[in-house]
């Protein structure tokens, strides 16, 4: 699922306590120990550590991703100061989801794409790393259709 997600999370991380203490709109909250799935708790895992996960971008474009994390990070810097300081705390981290590129048709040229390269400005790199805040890109089948 392309877009851009922000989560954190830690085994001792007491997720509740923080988000009383900040307004931020989360999109999931898990809790280590209950289960993934209230619907099926036999056939699904519990969770491994307790966090959190909030929409950043829904856009497809990696680049409007970067823009739309400098914009969460500018609006919520109080918030994530305070959460690289949370005791429990273990990861931080802004998740790019592209679709992946290589052996498509470049309209472009015309032909096909070899590599797939995403490029990741300075800019972001050096308020995620101050915050704390690590950098995952995840690649996505490109659905047919």
């Not at 989560?7 to 999109?27: C, H, K, P, R």
Request: glycine letters at 10%.
């Amino acid at each position: 699922m392309p877009g851009c997600v922000f989560s954190a999370v830690g085994d001792f991380f007491n997720v509740e306590e923080y988000l009383a203490t900040v307004s931020m709109d989360t999109l999931d909250v898990f809790i280590k120990g209950q289960q993934r799935s209230r619907r099926r708790p036999r056939a699904s895992r519990p969770f491994k550590a307790s966090g959190f996960t909030i929409g950043v971008s829904d856009s497809n474009d990696v680049k409007k991703q970067i823009d739309d994390a400098l914009k969460f990070i500018s609006r919520e810097t109080s918030a994530l100061l305070k959460l690289k300081e949370w005791a429990g705390v273990t990861e931080r981290r802004l998740d790019f989801g592209c679709t992946l590129s290589i052996g498509k048709i470049d309209p472009s040229s015309g032909g096909e794409i070899m590599v797939q390269c995403e490029y990741f400005p300075a800019a972001l790199l050096k308020i995620a790393g101050d915050l704390g805040i690590g950098i995952e890109v995840s690649i996505y089948p490109a659905l047919e259709g």
